[in-house]
């Protein structure tokens, strides 16, 4: 990973710098880099959006952005810097002659063109051609795309396409945000740093290992994009099966872009297709009813604004995955995720493999399984729960679950903890291209999730009702209990 010291300047241009994207995310990571004073002193920030205003006005926009955003109070100074890296340019992303403006803002002997397409992928056509036109771009230049890139293989790669035609692979920085968070990369250094974990990180001492990502919300205003998606390819797709492969992979020769990607895709290629012929027992699907979150009554899916009442779009999917290789073979991967559950919670479970043998039966009939809980948020840290003696002198030893807590924010009080937006949007503008994923892992966990999405298509499969506020349809508990297993709860 890059560590702090001097990058070169660069020019980064948002294009839809005036959308939700650069309003709750960019602008809120790049004042947090700010003051961080991670940010080159030469680097500017500059807006491009079609509406028609200034760079005084755009300033205003950000300011309040960032008053309406940032849990942190605004501070002067810092913000007398940052304001001072902004300018806007109006430009209709769709007419490619407009892009020419760039050329009068753009120091490309000084600074290094970083484009981030914080708009939706129907643009990023024009937008390549447009920079094209301009005559703008050198081998240097770099471009930051969003998720979702496409909602198949098929449209995924036209994507891939359009922007090849354009950039070469070694400038395109693919973001998924889950990425740049702390505790996913400290799964590199607790498998592959750690010898209590790297010699048990195998079919022989673990049992199965859960991945949780559960939402609150619903919707949220998003009905018309999230219906023609759902949750398996808004979801699971990308933060999940990212998450997955970071647990999975082998270790790679050093921490190289091309050598983790490399070891990802291995993972990628190797998870067993889930198809009509299998697909009712290795998934589950849901779509959340009315119900109360906290206390309070929240309408079901259907009853949403704008809902189209016949929709059978799901809102929570469970799966069970194998892996076929060496390293995992016979150990179930549990992954689930949904809108509207009991609470906001984003984990791995690593169940070990209880012990043969109990001679604490006082304690336990049978001896409960060790377990690493990594918390991915909304508390970022690493639990381990063993079993230890209950101080005291009585007859018998008695044993108590207990958790060594390893949590970052206690072992590291003078570290800050940066989001995962803060990590990439400075890895794109050092570039450092580790964290950012390649085509060919895109497009394989493409060609998975299409093979479970049309085994659902050929079933007409409808997705089971859950009342929002509790943990998803009753099937995803059968999922695991066929197994003998159970959800951490």
Same mark, same amino acid.
């Given at each position: 990973?890059? +560590? ?11 294009? *839809?710098?005036? @959308?939700? %994207? ?32 200034? !760079? ?9 952005? %960032? ?17 001072? $890296? ?5 430009? #209709? ?13 753009? #120091? ?14 129907? /643009?990023?056509?024009? =937008?390549?051609?447009? /920079?094209?036109?301009?005559?703008? %771009? ?16 098929k449209s995924s790669r036209e994507i891939n396409n359009e922007v090849a035609s354009v950039f070469s692979e070694k400038q395109v920085y693919r973001i998924d945000h889950y990425l740049g968070k702390e505790t996913v990369l400290n799964l590199l250094a607790l498998r592959f740093a750690n010898s209590i974990f790297t010699t048990n990180w195998n ?5 199965? =290992? ?7 919300? *619903? ?20 933060? /999940?099966?990212? =998450? ?8 790679? &020769? ?19 297709? =889930? ?26 899916? %259907? ?8 929709? !059978? ?6 799966? $069970? ?12 991967f549990y992954l689930r995720t949904g809108k509207r559950l009991t609470g906001k919670r984003t984990e791995i479970v690593v169940y070990f493999k209880q012990l043969p043998h109990n001679i604490f039966k006082d304690s336990f009939r049978e001896l409960p399984p060790n377990k690493l809980i990594i918390h991915l948020q909304p508390n970022e840290g ?27 924010? +206690? ?18 503008? $050092? @570039?450092?291209?580790?964290?950012? /994923? ?39 508990? &059968?999922?695991?209990?066929?197994? @003998? ?5």
């Open positions: 990973m890059t +560590d702090k010291k001097t990058f070169e300047p660069c020019d980064l241009v948002i294009y *839809g710098a005036l @959308g939700d %994207l650069s309003k709750r995310k960019l602008i809120i990571s790049l004042y947090r880099l700010e003051k961080a004073s991670f940010i080159e002193p030469d680097t500017r920030i500059i807006g491009v959006d079609r509406h028609d205003m200034g !760079t005084p006005e755009f300033i205003e926009t950000a300011c309040k952005s %960032l008053q309406a955003f940032l849990t942190d109070d605004l501070e002067d100074i810092v913000w007398e810097r940052f304001s001072a $890296r902004l300018s806007y340019l109006k430009i #209709d992303l769709t007419q490619a002659d407009q892009y020419r403006q760039l050329n009068t803002v753009i #120091d490309q002997k000084s600074r290094i063109m970083v484009n981030y397409f914080a708009v939706s992928p129907f /643009l990023f056509k024009s =937008i390549c051609q447009g /920079l094209s036109a301009s005559g703008i %771009l050198t081998e240097n230049s770099r471009m930051v795309m969003e998720k979702p890139i496409g909602h198949d293989l079919h022989n001492t673990i049992d199965h =290992i859960q991945i949780t990502v559960a939402e609150e919300v *619903g919707i949220e205003g998003r009905w018309d994009y999230f219906d023609k998606t759902g949750q398996l390819r808004d979801m699971l797709q990308n933060h /999940l099966l990212q =998450i997955l492969t970071f647990i999975a992979m082998e270790p790679p &020769a050093n921490l190289e872009a091309e050598n983790i990607h490399s070891e990802k895709i291995k993972v990628l290629k190797a998870l067993r297709p =889930i198809t009509a012929s299998n697909v009712e027992e290795k998934t589950v699907r849901g779509q959340y009813t009315a119900g109360y979150i906290k206390g309070c009554a929240v309408p079901g899916y %259907l009853e949403e604004a704008g809902a189209n009442t016949e929709s !059978t779009t799901e809102s929570f999917v469970a799966l $069970r995955v194998d892996i076929d290789n060496w390293r995992w073979a016979g150990v179930p690493v639990e381990i729960e063993i079993l230890n003696k209950i101080p005291g002198i009585d007859e018998h030893i008695k044993l108590k679950k207990t958790k060594l807590d390893l949590s970052f924010s +206690d072992a590291f009080k003078k570290n800050r903890i940066f989001g995962g937006y803060e990590k990439l949007v400075l890895e794109a503008m $050092r @570039g450092n291209p580790t964290l950012f /994923l390649s085509r060919e892992e895109t497009e394989q966990a493409w060609t998975w999730i299409d093979s479970i999405q049309n085994a659902w298509n050929h079933y007409k499969d409808t997705p089971k009702p859950y009342p929002a506020g509790t943990w998803g349809p009753v099937a995803s508990v &059968a999922l695991l209990a066929r197994d @003998g297993r159970a959800w951490e709860e």
